[in-house]
């Protein structure tokens, strides 16, 4: 079946820009994560949703950073006045259940953001 | 805080040669642990997972990984590593909340 797709693939942006990712997770997967990766770096823990319970926001690096998702779908990550720090791969995930996040996570192929 | 450690950026190993990926954590409670993959230019894939049970887990492409609680490590192991295996390798444990490590690089050479 179809796994978790993100858009755009690439992203080139101005400083102070404001930009938009995408996620489509797995169908009926209700987690949904999302992640940023520097390069040459780890993964860096965004966000997380979980069905219709409030996020776990305490990985948004600043107020610039918001996502949202409606229902067990779609999610967008939005990133205002980016800044050229943020440029990165951001990744999403999704699980076909919280679990307390013990599910095992299927990754999307990340949007490669630059911010020039 | 919750983290998991990757103390190796790179591992550098011939073919045919085993090889060990090494992953501490600190985690409260029992966390789940897991291996992921990152070939390049493609997203992350999982490897293999310890929830309870066997110390030893085995996992795809003949990797398998070992649960030492005393030592809170979560090692990734092959016996015979493939010049394919090259690609980043990232620990990850979860009580509540999932914390990735750093990521090791392996290198596996003919």
């Known amino acids: 079946g179809a796994g978790v797709s993100q858009s755009p693939s690439n992203k080139v942006t101005e400083k102070g820009k404001d930009v938009e990712l995408r996620c489509d997770p797995i169908?009926?997967?209700?987690?949904l994560y999302w992640y940023r990766q520097r390069l040459g770096q780890g993964l860096e823990f965004l966000i997380y949703f979980q069905g219709n319970s409030a996020p776990d926001k305490s990985g948004l690096p600043s107020d610039r950073f918001s996502a949202e998702r409606t229902g067990e779908s779609v999610s967008t990550l939005t990133i205002q006045r980016t800044q050229q720090e943020d440029s990165a791969v951001y990744l999403c995930?999704?699980?076909?259940?919280?679990?307390?996040?013990?599910?095992?996570?299927?990754f999307g192929p990340g949007t490669r953001l630059l911010v020039l | 805080a919750q983290s998991v450690a990757q103390p190796e950026d790179q591992v550098n190993v011939a073919e045919g040669n085993p090889l060990t990926v090494k992953c501490t954590y600190s985690?409260?409670?029992?966390?789940?642990l897991f291996w992921y993959v990152q070939y390049p230019n493609r997203g992350l894939q999982f490897l293999l997972k310890?929830?309870?049970?066997?110390?030893l887990v085995k996992g795809s492409y003949g990797f398998e990984a070992e649960f030492n609680k005393s030592q809170t490590s979560f090692h990734l192991k092959k016996p015979s590593a493939l010049v394919s295996d090259s690609a980043l390798y990232f620990c990850?444990?979860?009580?509540?909340?999932?914390?990735f490590g750093a990521g090791t690089r392996l290198t596996v050479k003919p």
């Open positions: 995930a999704s699980s076909p259940n919280a679990g307390a996040g013990q599910e095992t996570q299927y």
């Open positions: 169908s009926g997967h209700t987690a």
């Open positions: 990850a444990a979860t009580n509540n909340d999932m914390r």
């Open positions: 310890y929830i309870t049970g066997d110390n």
């Open positions: 985690v409260s409670g029992n966390p789940y």
